[in-house]
């Protein structure tokens, strides 16, 4: 979603790991300095000085080094308007690598249509990506069902394998109004991770 042309305040986008500005049109985590930004968390130094005190490695010729505020979203500056695309936190870490869930969950649902939510979970000392999809009951029998389950989750981990390069350690399919949501429709990851380790989700493919 494009914001405008930023006015008020200015914009970098920064590799959050490197803390250097990133190339003219990639995406990297947005950070701002102005008049309009706030001075810092109450009485929490330690939060104040990592989020409002950023400072940049060797910036770019008429860039301050600092401070900056890390805002935690992620986006890109394209054609002079800025883009958010979303949350850092919100990157999945697998095999070492970090990867935009959104980018996987729309990969699905050219296969599936509905909604989808792809996560990280732990994996002995790394993460392994997982993915839960909702999905209408359509065979007209439970073996037709049975292969139909079988047939998405081969098409789900082929699809993320081509384009991601991932392997998928868990397709799980479950029945629509399943996967938690937030007041306005966005999928809670968190949640949804939380979920899963729990082993809450009913899950569709148990018997495929």
């Not at 250097?20 to 000085?49: C, F, H, K, S």
């Not at 959104?102 to 249509?113: H, K, L, N, W």
């Not at 000392?125 to 989750?153: A, C, P, S």
């Amino acid at each position: 979603m494009s914001y405008g042309a930023p006015r008020a305040s200015t914009v970098r986008i920064v590799d959050p790991e490197t803390r250097m500005e990133n190339p003219a049109g990639t995406v990297g985590e947005i950070w701002v300095q102005g008049d309009n930004v706030g001075l810092g968390y109450w009485r929490n130094p330690q939060q104040t000085e990592a989020t409002f005190r950023a400072r940049l490695v060797t910036p770019s010729p008429g860039t301050s080094e600092g401070p900056w505020l890390r805002t935690g979203d992620l986006g890109v500056i394209f054609e002079g308007e800025l883009f958010i695309t979303g949350r850092i936190k919100e990157l999945l870490v697998v095999d070492g690598a970090n990867h935009y869930p959104e980018d996987i969950e729309a990969t699905i649902q050219e296969i599936t249509g509905g909604r989808v939510v792809a996560i990280a979970v732990p994996d002995d000392r790394t993460e392994k990506l997982v993915t839960i999809i909702e999905l209408m009951k359509r065979g007209r029998t439970d073996e037709e069902e049975k292969n139909r389950l079988r047939t998405v989750k081969r098409e789900v981990a082929s699809a993320i394998s081509r384009s991601h390069r991932l392997r998928v350690a868990d397709v799980v399919m479950v029945a629509p109004g399943s996967i938690p949501v937030t007041t306005s429709g966005k999928v809670r990851r968190s949640a949804s991770v939380e979920r899963y380790l729990h082993h809450e989700f009913s899950r569709l493919d148990a018997m495929a």
